[in-house]
């Protein structure tokens, strides 16, 4: 049972565009969705993250919209530039944070290429 | 501060050797995970200790066993490796603050396992 879809797979986008990777997620108990990103041979590092009592969060190029009702959450890059060229993970977890009930479900992952 | 650190970085077994993945972090967080990733599977919780003295299995624990050794290092132990076990492990620290938690990678072990 996947808890947290992620689309597309993969994505290319020219220098300037728009990216937007999308993640549905089932559990209405989830109240934290983190954007991580992950370069080639390191680790997932935090990008950006929202809670439910806000429909977006912006910080710098980078835009997390929230749609509680659909149950849907999306990251929008802006100007995406080649340094964006990585692969995003969107994931979930519900509030007990340090415990069973704060473990993060993570989406497949999307490739992001931003060509020059 | 290092943050997280893993060993070894690579590494490669034959089937029903045995080895211990070591992840240790500096940041004083009470949360530590190991996770492993495969091709279009993303990340997958394999055992978690949500504090030291603590463990707990996640969504992929057959054929790892784990040790929160203190509350600095949480190590992952396979027992008799297998083929399946292919992939590249990460451990991960974490804290919280007010409005969410964030957890801190290492830069994994990529294990081959033939």
């Known amino acids: ?33 983190p954007w991580y990103q992950q370069f080639p041979g390191k680790g ?13 969060k912006k910080e710098g190029r980078f835009t997390i919209s929230f ?9 929008h890059i802006m100007d995406s530039q080649p340094g964006d060229s990585a692969t995003y993970f969107c994931a979930a977890s519900k509030g007990n944070y340090g415990g069973s009930q704060g473990n993060l479900i993570f989406g497949k992952g999307t490739k992001l290429s931003v060509k020059p | 501060n290092a943050g997280v650190t893993q060993t070894p970085k690579f590494q490669v077994l034959k089937t029903g050797q045995s080895m211990t993945l070591q992840c240790a972090q500096d940041m004083n967080h009470n949360s530590m995970y190991w996770y492993r990733q495969d091709p279009g599977m993303g990340l997958r919780l394999i055992y978690y200790s949500a504090s030291e003295g603590t463990t707990d299995k996640g969504e992929v624990p057959n054929g790892y066993n784990v040790s929160r050794l203190n509350k600095r290092e949480f190590s992952l132990r396979l027992e008799s490796a297998a083929p399946s076990q292919t992939s590249v492990y990460f451990c ?23």
């Open chain 1, 1 to 33: 049972q996947q808890q947290v879809k992620q689309s597309p797979q993969s994505l290319i986008v020219q220098k300037g565009g728009i990216s937007i990777i999308n993640c549905a997620y089932e559990n209405t108990a989830f109240d934290y969705f």
């Open chain 1, 44 to 56: 997932p590092a935090l990008l950006i993250a929202i809670r439910p009592d806000v429909s977006e």
């Open chain 1, 67 to 75: 749609n509680k009702s659909a149950k849907q959450f999306s990251l």
């Open chain 2, 92 to 114: 991960a620290s974490s804290y919280s603050y007010g409005s969410g938690y964030e957890q801190y990678f290492g830069p994994g072990t990529r294990l081959t396992v033939t």
